[in-house]
C-alpha cells in the first residue's frame, strides 16, 4: 500500500473518530461588574494583564475571566482545554458572553469589550444577551456531529443559559454529575485536580436533571503551578 492511500485511510479515520466522539465545552462568564473588574478599567492599572487589555493585541478572554473570577474559571478553562474534542472546524472551548455570544475562549478583548459585558447583567429575558447566545448556539447546533456533546461548565440551576442551549442542543446538552451539591470554588478545584491528574468527570443530560443534592466532602488541599 503506498503512502497516499496510507494517509487517506488515516485521515477517514480520524474524521470517523471525531464525528462519533466530539465534545464541545460551552463556559459560563465570569461576573464583570465587580469589584476585580473596576481594579483591572482603572486608568491608573498598570499589572501586566492591565496593560495587555489597553494594548492593540488585547488579552485572551480566558485570561481575563480567570482574572475576574479566580478559582472557578480558571478550573473551567484548564478542564475544558484538557478534555475538549473538536470537530473539524468550531472550536472545542467556547465561553458565554453578556453581549457577544459563543466566542472562541482564545479571542482577544480589549478594555472597550470589558466594558461592554460590564453593562449587561446576564437574564434570559435580556435581548442583549438572548439574541446573540441563540444564535450563536443555533449556528453551532448546525455544525456539530450528530453525535457530539455540548457540556455546559456552569449553572444549570437557572434557565438564563439551560433555556437557550436546551432549545438548540437538546439531549447533546450535558454537564458533570459531580457538580451537584457543589458551590462554584468546590467546582473550581475539582475541575483543576481533574486536569492536572487527566481524569475526566462524567456527565449527564441536562435535561431532566436533579439540580440540588447532598453536599460532597471537602476537598483536599492542593497547590497547583501557576
Known amino acids: 500500500m503506498n503512502k497516499q492511500k496510507i494517509q487517506n485511510r488515516c485521515e477517514s479515520r480520524s474524521e470517523m473518530k471525531c464525528a462519533g466522539g466530539c465534545r464541545i465545552f460551552l463556559l459560563s462568564p465570569a461576573y464583570a461588574g465587580g469589584e476585580r473588574a473596576r481594579m483591572i478599567l482603572r486608568d491608573e492599572a498598570q499589572f501586566p494583564l492591565a496593560r495587555k487589555l489597553r494594548g492593540k493585541g488585547g488579552a485572551p478572554i480566558a485570561d481575563v475571566f480567570t482574572f475576574l473570577s479566580g478559582l472557578y474559571f480558571r478550573g473551567k478553562i484548564a478542564y475544558a482545554n484538557a478534555f475538549a474534542r473538536p470537530a473539524r472546524g468550531p472550536s472545542g472551548v467556547l465561553v458565554i458572553t453578556p453581549t457577544r455570544g459563543l466566542i472562541d475562549s482564545r479571542t482577544r478583548i480589549c478594555l472597550d469589550d470589558l466594558r461592554e459585558f460590564a453593562e449587561v447583567d446576564i437574564h434570559e429575558d435580556d435581548p442583549r444577551y438572548r439574541m446573540p447566545i441563540e444564535r450563536d448556539a443555533q449556528r453551532l447546533a448546525t455544525k456539530l456531529p450528530a453525535h457530539s456533546e455540548v457540556i455546559l461548565l456552569g449553572s444549570i440551576a437557572t434557565g438564563k443559559y439551560v433555556d437557550v442551549l436546551l432549545a438548540n442542543f437538546g439531549e447533546?446538552?450535558?454537564?458533570?454529575?459531580?457538580?451537584?451539591?457543589?458551590?462554584?470554588?468546590?467546582?473550581?478545584?475539582?475541575?483543576?485536580?481533574?486536569?492536572?491528574?487527566?481524569?475526566?468527570?462524567?456527565?449527564?443530560?441536562?435535561?431532566?436533571?436533579?439540580?440540588?443534592?447532598?453536599?460532597?466532602?471537602?476537598?483536599?488541599?492542593?497547590?497547583?503551578?501557576?
Open 172 to 226: 447533546r446538552l450535558r454537564f458533570p454529575a459531580d457538580f451537584v451539591g457543589r458551590g462554584d470554588m468546590s467546582r473550581g478545584g475539582l475541575m483543576l485536580r481533574c486536569a492536572a491528574d487527566r481524569q475526566e468527570l462524567s456527565y449527564i443530560p441536562v435535561a431532566g436533571a436533579i439540580v440540588n443534592g447532598k453536599r460532597p466532602p471537602k476537598l483536599a488541599p492542593r497547590k497547583y503551578a501557576t
